[in-house]
């Protein structure tokens, strides 16, 4: 129950560094809900899983950047350039969240 409860809290962290820079470009407010709930979520699953063969610092990256894939197919087609944007953002983040986790936890 601990490890659930610090998996939330990193990803209500994690949400709110994300949305911060959509809130300053008013960006649509379901974009932003969208955002917040990927990375609230995220957290979660890369707090409770251990990948293996991967180094421990590793796993957020890659389980981030897979879980927003459809997000980056379904932008490709209306914004091309936010892709790559998105795709850096959410390596970060998630490598940022799996190194919280894995010293918080």
Do not use: C
Request: aromatic share 8%; hydrophobic share 60%.
């Amino acid at each position: 129950m601990r490890t659930l409860l610090i998996s939330m809290i990193i990803g209500v962290v994690a949400g709110i560094v994300d949305i911060l820079p959509m809130l300053l470009q008013k960006i649509e407010k379901r974009a932003v809900v969208s955002a917040f709930l990927q990375y609230f979520f995220v957290s979660i699953i890369i707090v409770n899983i251990d990948l293996p063969r991967i180094p421990w610092w590793l796993q957020g990256g890659i389980i981030s950047l897979a879980l927003a894939s459809p997000i980056l197919v379904i932008v490709s087609g209306a914004d091309r350039k936010a892709v790559p944007i998105i795709a850096a953002m959410s390596v970060v983040l998630g490598t940022f969240i799996g190194i919280a986790g894995h010293y918080i936890k």
